[in-house]
């Protein structure tokens, strides 16, 4: 350890040198990083955002309980006290009919005018309930068995589309991380392998004089991270790029969908990034440095 | 300190580089061995630096067995000894400095002793004036004293030295030799192959040994002070 302390300088001055002695290929394996690494992040992009709108979407699960007409307000409330005691359900109240259309009113901005052509309110009071989505398929159907309920309106069928089409996005983020994986750990651990086959007199001149194999590799790790880490850097800075670029295209909504917090996305998409550098850098850097010992 | 019984190696291509080696080296003797081009010298040395095994018989050094494989040991032995190589295994790129300094930062002391004793050493063997230049630009003479520096300077219990003034004038070579001395009387072991040995001939209070194909043929220890 103490040698290890005295030896911080030298191990980065080693690290550095053996960087610089083979230039070309290591700035091209730091391009082919940055740009793997910037794959990556897209994706993890990509993902951090729908699993955002899924849970947005799962706060706001909501369906309509619309119940029979010939109900008095006792029953009513009566009503609404059974669904919010269902399990699974978050709320349940009463939307009447001025709600209704205020609502509705609001949904459709401008056009709201076509509303005044109706000399009566055309909706209907409704019971508004909040779902947990995940127990969505046993909720909706023990709600519309209730006798007081005439049918169920719910919006099933976009969640669970959108829930598939994030399950599919994490499979396929899954993947492109495995593949980001292992390309990283062969481009590093065949550069490390390099930077020892290019030193291999050293490496035994330091042997014969008794350095300890750690002494010896630990250069060839701090290569190997440098490497990455300025990788992630340079993914990082594409990626944070293109995030400004589209956030300030997209303005602050997607699809009727508020886009994330960027401060708080992009923070979380830097630290995920350059973490993933660094692990991939010493993964790298160990399986070049395991080739060291068999060339005495 | 060093003890050999019938020790022999064989290279893997066949050739039998020492037969039947009987040695012991007390602590803080000098040894010269001598011998013709191909006689063996650098094979010993190899054995006493683990860098061969005994194919036959067996070597021990300050108490430890030379057997393939104690990779500790082996450090711990290397990590005392001062080698000067023939061909000087220098780390090209660095400068005198750096080449003498790498041998002693895995030795325990920190970087500014390191850096007084390196430069120390590189004044003693008269290179003062080298101390930054790249050894690969320095003279073969200038290198094989940078080697010199580096295997002393990390004050050792044995210094092996092979053919330290191998490409040295007569004044750097006698001047080497009583540095080497130097350490004799500081209690190191010193062993040192030469082909030199007209310079040799006056040095007093020394083992001399003389190897003539793989043998030590002639043994002459002088007890003089
Ligand atoms: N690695 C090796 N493999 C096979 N044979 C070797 C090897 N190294 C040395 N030899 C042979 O072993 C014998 C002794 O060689 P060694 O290098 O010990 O001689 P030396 O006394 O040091 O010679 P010189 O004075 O020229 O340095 C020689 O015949 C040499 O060719
Ligand atoms: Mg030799």
Redesign the pocket.
């Known amino acids: 350890m103490k040698t290890f302390i005295y030896n911080i300088g030298y191990f980065f001055k080693e690290a550095i040198r053996t960087i610089k002695s083979n230039v070309l290929s290591n700035f091209i394996s730091v391009i082919g990083t940055s740009l793997i690494l910037f794959l990556l992040g897209m994706v993890v992009t990509v993902t951090y955002i729908g699993n955002e709108f899924v849970s947005k979407l799962e706060q706001e699960a909501e369906i309509n309980a619309y119940y029979k007409e010939n109900l008095n307000n006792e029953d009513i409330i009566e009503l609404t006290e059974v669904i919010s005691n269902i399990e699974g359900v978050t709320d349940a109240r009463l939307v009447d009919e001025e709600e209704a259309k205020s609502y509705m009113e609001g949904m459709l901005g401008e056009e709201a005018k076509i509303l005044e052509l109706f000399d009566e309110n055309p909706f209907t009071a409704y019971i508004e309930v909040r779902i947990n989505l995940s127990t969505m398929d046993n909720v909706i159907p023990e709600i519309s068995r209730l006798d007081d309920i005439d049918y169920v309106r719910d919006n099933k069928g976009v969640l669970s589309q959108l829930n598939g089409i994030i399950r599919g996005i994490e499979i396929f983020g899954a993947l492109i991380i495995i593949a980001v994986g292992i390309t990283t750990l062969i481009i590093i651990s065949h550069l490390i392998r390099q930077g020892i086959y290019n030193n291999k007199e050293q490496i035994n001149t330091l042997r014969l004089l008794g350095a300890s194999e750690g002494f010896i590799g630990f250069p060839y790790i701090l290569v190997g991270l440098l490497l990455t880490l300025l990788g992630g850097l340079i993914g990082t800075i594409l990626l944070l790029l293109l995030i400004n670029g589209s956030y300030d295209l997209l303005g602050n909504g997607f699809l009727f969908l508020p886009l994330p917090d960027r401060g708080l996305m992009v923070r979380y998409i830097i630290m995920f990034i350059m973490g993933i550098s660094f692990i991939l850098g010493l993964l790298g850097s160990l399986f070049g440095l395991s080739s060291i010992g068999k060339n005495n | 300190m060093i003890t050999a019984n019938k020790l022999s190696l064989r290279?893997?291509?066949g050739?039998l580089?020492?037969r039947d080696i009987d040695l012991h080296i007390d602590k803080g003797e000098m040894v010269f061995i001598t011998?013709?081009?191909?006689?063996?010298?650098?094979?010993?040395l190899?054995l006493l630096l683990g860098m061969e095994f005994p194919t036959e018989g067996s070597l021990t050094i300050m108490g430890k067995p030379m057997v393939k494989g104690h990779n500790k040991d082996m450090r711990n032995l290397r990590r005392n000894i001062g080698p000067v190589f023939?061909e000087f295994k220098l780390i090209e790129g660095r400068s005198s400095l750096e080449n003498v300094m790498t041998g002693m930062r895995f030795l325990g002391s920190n970087p500014k002793k390191i850096k007084e004793e390196a430069y120390k050493a590189l004044v003693k063997v008269g290179l003062e004036d080298k101390i930054k230049s790249k050894v690969e630009n320095l003279s073969w003479g200038q290198q094989q004293r940078v080697a010199i520096a580096r295997a002393v300077a990390r004050k050792p219990s044995i210094i092996l030295a092979?053919?330290p003034t191998g490409n040295l004038d007569k004044d750097n070579a006698l001047h080497i030799l009583s540095l080497l001395k130097e350490f004799k009387n500081n209690n190191t072991t010193v062993i040192i192959?030469t082909?030199a040995t007209h310079l040799i001939e006056d040095v007093q209070g020394v083992t001399h040994l003389h190897?003539d194909n793989?043998s030590i043929t002639v043994e002459r220890k002088e007890i003089v002070g």
């Open positions: 290279y893997p291509d050739t580089a020492l011998g013709p081009s191909g006689s063996g010298k650098t094979s010993l190899k023939q092979d053919e192959t082909h190897m793989g």
